[in-house]
């Protein structure tokens, strides 16, 4: 895992932002597309609003660029605690991509509908683009993530067992009675530990006992965070918030 240090958000962002305007490009130069997997949270704030700038925007290729999310709350799009309204507010409302590049998280019928559907359009999607077998695993080229306070990672909170699972690439999981919204669909490890490049944007101080934790590295789990695969092309991102 590669710690980043930088003293500020905005910096962080700023970094983010290049590093996913650079990978695009050579994703798109090397196999025609690039995925992203945008998080949940408001640590992606400002990453996003700077997607939108003109000076990230008009490196990028949108046209070849495809969105996706490593998880939701089971609301409606528009509701305040939606994933995908905040990156729509930062982002999708003032850049020019497509709406059949975005795969925002189905949030209808039953949650366990909305994981299958999802799962259903993820592998869709990279048989179209790759020609893998249904039970490949998908390989996105950057997955964004945040950590919770308790050291939850998209909505893989502690003890769940979607954090065990093997088989399934998109589950739904009661999130715990302090998380907002407790019905929530995310994507598992099997699918998050693929990913070409992991970036973690944990920027701030109220999360630093956990940031040590998490830059231990080895050791016994004790966060969901920890699960992530901890490998040179994984970046975890902080502030100087953080001491
Ligand atoms: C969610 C998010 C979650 C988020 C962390 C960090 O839906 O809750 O996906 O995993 O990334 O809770 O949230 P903040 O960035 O707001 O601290």
Not at 3 to 22: G, N, P, R, Y
Not at 45 to 65: D, I, V
Not at 192 to 200: E, F, L, R, S, V
Request: hydrophobic share 35%; aromatic share 12%.
């Amino acid at each position: 895992m590669k710690i980043c240090k930088f003293e500020t958000v905005l910096e962080l962002s700023q970094w983010t932002a290049d590093f996913i305007c650079k990978s695009a490009e050579v994703c798109i130069k090397e196999k025609g597309f690039f995925t992203i997997v945008f998080s949940g949270g408001s640590s992606p704030s400002k990453l996003y609003s700077l997607l939108s700038t003109y000076e990230y925007a008009s490196r990028m290729n949108w046209g070849k660029t495809y969105i996706f999310w490593s998880d939701e709350r089971f609301v409606e799009h528009e509701d305040d605690n939606s994933n995908y309204k905040l990156a729509y507010e930062q982002f999708l409302s003032k850049a020019s991509i497509r709406e059949s590049h975005v795969f925002p998280i189905p949030v209808s019928g039953t949650p366990a509908e909305s994981a299958e559907l999802y799962e259903e359009q993820i592998k869709k999607f990279f048989k179209k683009k790759t020609l893998c077998s249904p039970d490949t695993t998908p390989v996105f080229d950057i997955v964004l993530l945040g950590m919770g306070g308790d050291g939850h990672i998209a909505s893989l909170f502690p003890k769940s067992p979607a954090l065990d699972e093997k088989q399934k690439l998109v589950v739904a999981v009661k999130a715990p009675l302090y998380a907002p919204s407790r019905d929530r669909i995310s994507l598992t490890f099997k699918l998050i530990n693929n990913a070409k490049d992991i970036i973690m944007l944990i920027p701030g101080k109220e999360k630093q006992k956990l940031i040590k934790q998490l830059a231990s590295g080895v050791g016994n789990i004790k966060i969901p965070a920890q699960m992530v695969r901890n490998t040179d092309n994984t970046y975890l991102l902080i502030d100087n918030d953080y001491s």
